[in-house]
């Protein structure tokens, strides 16, 4: 939503509930509920560090997004406090949140470019994205997770499925539907809440066996 569309349905009076749009409440009848998307970031970065990637890359969603933004923030973060450098212009490919044109295209753009110097690692953005890279990869003739490990951010039941089952950072839909009704409810019946921004912090990492452990 654009801030002028913001402003009109305050001044109207309508109540709202804002997922991942926006990090701060712009007025008191339209409240915020974002994930913690710098957490999951930096699971997912965490998680190819600790298996002993260096050369590590990221296929993300529109830059113009909030979640974007921080979930690179935490990824990145995740590289730095272990003293590895991030290469945006060489290792950070923008697409869409989806599996097409994001994942998909994002990350054949992103390999082609590094096809002499292939990244070990991969961390998508977005489940619609992982699964996009997922056959990008494959359909470039690379295996996962031999010739680069993989491992996306958002829960996506097919991952569990694929060959191999791909390592996740998991995020909760039920937890999310919760607390957004809830506290749009309250806002609702009482007309105001105690707070008006709300940060879903129960990120978790399922590894499963798409992320090799180099020696």
């Avoid at 309508?14 to 008191?28: D, E, I």
């Avoid at 915020?32 to 560090?49: K, P, S, T």
Wanted: aromatic share 8%.
């Amino acid at each position: 939503l654009e801030q002028n569309d913001l402003a009109r349905f305050s001044a109207r009076g309508y109540k709202l509930v804002l997922y991942n749009q926006v990090r701060r409440s712009p007025a008191p009848n339209i409240l915020v509920v974002n994930y913690d998307n710098f957490q999951c970031g930096r699971l997912a970065g965490e998680e190819l560090v600790r298996c002993g990637h260096t050369r590590i890359a990221h296929v993300t969603g529109e830059p113009n997004k909030i979640s974007v933004q921080d979930r690179l923030e935490g990824f990145e973060a995740a590289l730095t406090a272990a003293g590895i450098p991030f290469d945006r212009e060489k290792y950070l490919e923008y697409g869409a949140f989806n599996r097409r044109a994001g994942g998909y295209g994002a990350t054949q753009r992103l390999l082609r470019r590094n096809w002499e110097d292939l990244p070990t690692a991969l961390c998508a953005g977005s489940a619609t994205m992982l699964m996009g890279t997922f056959e990008a990869i494959r359909d470039m003739g690379l295996r996962i997770p031999e010739d680069i490990s993989l491992i996306g951010i958002d829960n996506v039941d097919t991952a569990f499925y694929t060959t191999p089952p791909l390592s996740l950072v998991s995020t909760s839909c039920e937890e999310i539907a919760k607390v957004t009704i809830s506290h749009l409810i309250e806002l609702v019946e009482q007309g105001s809440t105690e707070s008006r921004d709300y940060i879903i912090s129960d990120a978790v990492l399922a590894q499963r066996e798409s992320v090799r452990v180099l020696n």
